[in-house]
């Protein structure tokens, strides 16, 4: 009986930070009540690659339901506005923010000051058009079973790029009493990492070796590219370059598949 209620319980609070790092990633609703705490926030970035796996198959589910009645190109557009409605745009912000500040100041004060202006630039602007147009291009080139594999390995494995760079990173910015920079414990990186395998692993039976791992590496080589800017410039990461570290990661998954197909 006791053993029963221990799980239960561990079960409880799984679940409440699970749905901590949806309310954090994505605009679905989400009990209010949820308990929180900077403490709590760390614990649920290992749930971060089971969220994307969630919007991956939004996306998906959108794209196969289109695909037949209106064509593929439309049901690729319609997919991605509908991740985009799903999360609120909170990775392609982070793309133009982090876009604008890493290129548009001299300093690595000014270019950290630029990041918190919420204005978008010239090089936001840039970077998220040319991220976006390649998105619809490159998903629209697929056949559609192909092309909603691509949306659910790219949002999940996007996702662990930036857990990757979370966990292995410094934070750029100073840390305050009242702010806690994005953390994961050793634990909670071991989870994300398990679950973006195993979807991968589905993948590459679904889609073969060749496509599913060229995709793999270059989501891996993209977000790593972006790592070493981000170090270079400002001397870590912030949560812009989280951002733009899953938008490149996930751009990385559609263009291995495009190349091999």
């Given amino acids: 009986m006791i053993r029963s209620l221990r799980v239960k319980e561990a079960l409880r609070i799984e679940w409440g930070l699970f749905l901590l790092a949806v309310q954090f990633l994505t605009r679905l609703p989400v009990p209010r009540d949820l ?9 649920a970035t290992k749930y971060y690659t089971l969220v994307g796996l969630l919007i991956g198959l939004i996306g998906a589910c959108v794209l196969m339901v289109f695909a037949r009645p209106l064509g593929l190109p439309v049901a690729v557009v319609l997919s991605l506005a ?6 609120g745009a909170f ?5 133009a923010d982090a876009a604008d500040g890493l290129w548009g100041g001299l300093t690595r004060e000014r270019r950290l000051e630029i990041m918190r202006d919420s204005r978008i630039g010239t090089y936001g602007t840039v970077a998220l058009i040319t991220v976006l147009a390649l998105k619809l291009t490159l998903l629209a080139s697929l056949t559609p079973g192909v092309a909603a594999w691509g949306l659910v390995l790219g949002h999940v494995l996007g996702r662990m790029a930036a857990v990757h760079v979370i966990a292995t990173t410094v934070y750029a910015r100073d840390v305050g009493a009242k702010f806690v920079a994005p953390m994961v414990t050793g634990d909670g990186y071991r989870i994300a990492l398990t679950l973006a395998l195993v979807v991968l692993s589905c993948g590459v039976l679904a889609l073969g070796p060749g496509p599913a791992l060229t995709g793999f590496a270059l989501c891996i080589l993209l977000g790593q590219v972006m790592r070493r800017i981000c170090l270079d410039r400002i001397g870590g990461y912030t949560g812009d370059c989280l ?5 490149l990661g996930e751009l990385g998954i ?3 598949l495009a190349l091999w197909l």
């Fill in 82 to 87: 509908a991740t985009l409605a799903v999360t």
């Fill in 91 to 95: 990775h392609e912000d982070g793309l």
């Fill in 243 to 247: 951002g733009a570290i899953q938008q």
């Fill in 35 to 43: 308990p929180f705490s900077d403490d709590l926030l760390i614990r």
């Fill in 254 to 256: 559609y263009l291995g």
